[in-house]
């Protein structure tokens, strides 16, 4: 139970099992591409709408008695704010969530509906993790880390696992390669514990593509200051975190950026193609593969990590040639 542990491929198949229990998996859909088919994950289907929803249960599942009754506080731009506010009100616990003021709406009104409390910080002058910390001091609520965290590692890799198993049992055989959207690198380096002989690759937005500088110099650095603005608010994380970055450092994983038109034109195919509503942050997979950015192979995957999107930019995205 120490919170010094490290994210284990035993961890994530204890995960897997307790999440098994209460949701379904998410399916795993074909999708050609050039005269491959590629198979998509579409974690935009689970009921929050994000991949988020496994290490919130997995985390919130894992408290003590005692540690359920102080509640928790967690930090993030909506969906694992939906994640741990979908297990803190299953289980029967008080979350508090710390989220940008710049949050998408439907993501700050779906976390309020799942009955958390919001308190909102400016995403460039303020820190949510200090934010978290002094509520956490003065309440004695537990904080729940966005990637930074064994358990929610471990929770997002069974992900990976269901991929494993779903591409064994409708191809015959385990990916070679997997595409992630990446923020954090919780999903990514998850899914690297849970595919150990796959190759990972991971995606971010342009501008916000720390995980790719790291893993090219061999050590974290955090974004440049003064990023662009983005619609792939999911992903805007400012720092990765050694627990992540060292797994998918010692998988020599590949990073790689693509940009806004790149994304708009993945969440149109995923729209036409699998028909799914896929947010910009959980549509840089596909967007790297239709850019050109990853050669195929047979046996591919990626995430379709996210679909909260609100509505109006989801129509006008949709609606450009």
Same mark, same amino acid.
């Given at each position: 139970?120490?919170?010094?542990?490290?994210?284990?491929?035993?961890? &994530?198949?204890?995960?897997?099992?307790?999440?098994?229990?209460?949701?379904?998996?998410?399916?795993?859909?074909?999708?050609?591409?050039?005269?491959?088919?590629?198979?998509?994950?579409?974690?935009?289907?689970?009921? $929050?709408?994000? +991949?988020?929803?496994?290490?919130?249960?997995?985390?919130?599942? /894992?408290?003590?008695?005692?540690?359920?009754?102080?509640?928790?506080?967690? +930090?993030?731009?909506?969906?694992?704010?939906?994640?741990?506010?979908?297990?803190?009100?299953?289980?029967?616990?008080?979350?508090?969530?710390?989220?940008?003021?710049?949050?998408?709406?439907?993501?700050?009104?779906?976390?309020?509906?799942?009955?958390?409390? $919001? $308190?909102?910080?400016?995403?460039?002058?303020?820190?949510?993790?200090?934010?978290?910390?002094?509520?956490?001091?003065?309440?004695?609520?537990?904080?729940?880390?966005?990637?930074?965290?064994?358990?929610?590692?471990?929770?997002?890799?069974?992900?990976?696992?269901?991929?494993?198993?779903?591409?064994?049992?409708?191809?015959?055989?385990?990916?070679?390669?997997?595409? &992630?959207?990446?923020?954090?690198?919780? @999903?990514?380096?998850?899914?690297?514990?849970?595919?150990?002989?796959?190759?990972?690759?991971?995606?971010?937005?342009?501008?916000?593509?720390?995980?790719?500088?790291?893993?090219?110099?061999?050590?974290?650095?955090?974004?440049?200051?003064?990023?662009?603005?983005?619609?792939? /608010?999911?992903?805007?994380?400012?720092?990765?975190?050694?627990?992540?970055? /060292?797994?998918?450092?010692?998988?020599?994983? @590949?990073?790689?950026?693509?940009?806004? /038109?790149?994304?708009?034109?993945?969440?149109? &195919?995923?729209?036409?193609? @699998?028909?799914?509503?896929?947010?910009?942050?959980?549509?840089?997979?596909?967007?790297?593969?239709?850019?050109?950015?990853?050669?195929?192979?047979?046996?591919?995957?990626?995430?379709?990590?996210?679909?909260?999107?609100?509505?109006? @930019?989801?129509?006008?995205? $949709?609606?450009?040639?």
């Amino acid at each position: 139970m120490s919170p010094d542990r490290q994210p284990s491929l035993a961890g &994530v198949e204890r995960a897997a099992e307790k999440i098994a229990a209460i949701l379904p998996a998410t399916p795993l859909l074909p999708l050609d591409v050039d005269g491959k088919t590629i198979w998509c994950k579409a974690e935009c289907l689970q009921p $929050i709408g994000a +991949f988020k929803i496994r290490g919130g249960w997995h985390r919130l599942t /894992d408290l003590t008695d005692e540690q359920r009754s102080r509640g928790v506080v967690a +930090f993030s731009s909506g969906n694992h704010a939906q994640g741990v506010a979908w297990a803190a009100r299953k289980l029967g616990v008080h979350a508090t969530i710390i989220m940008p003021e710049d949050a998408p709406q439907a993501k700050l009104e779906n976390t309020s509906a799942l009955g958390a409390d $919001i $308190i909102t910080y400016d995403r460039m002058s303020g820190s949510r993790e200090k934010l978290a910390a002094d509520f956490a001091e003065k309440t004695g609520a537990v904080v729940v880390p966005s990637f930074d965290d064994p358990w929610i590692v471990e929770g997002q890799g069974s992900c990976g696992l269901e991929i494993r198993e779903q591409m064994l049992a409708q191809v015959g055989s385990v990916p070679d390669q997997i595409i &992630v959207c990446c923020g954090g690198g919780g @999903l990514a380096s998850g899914t690297a514990l849970a595919n150990p002989d796959a190759r990972m690759i991971v995606v971010e937005p342009e501008g916000w593509d720390d995980m790719k500088r790291s893993l090219e110099l061999g050590t974290i650095v955090p974004v440049d200051k003064n990023p662009p603005a983005t619609e792939c /608010d999911a992903l805007q994380t400012m720092q990765v975190a050694q627990i992540t970055f /060292d797994i998918l450092r010692d998988r020599n994983a @590949l990073g790689l950026s693509v940009s806004r /038109d790149a994304v708009h034109h993945a969440m149109r &195919v995923a729209f036409e193609k @699998l028909h799914l509503v896929v947010e910009p942050g959980g549509a840089v997979a596909l967007a790297a593969i239709l850019a050109g950015k990853v050669a195929l192979t047979d046996r591919t995957a990626i995430t379709l990590s996210g679909g909260n999107v609100d509505r109006q @930019l989801f129509a006008n995205i $949709i609606a450009e040639n």
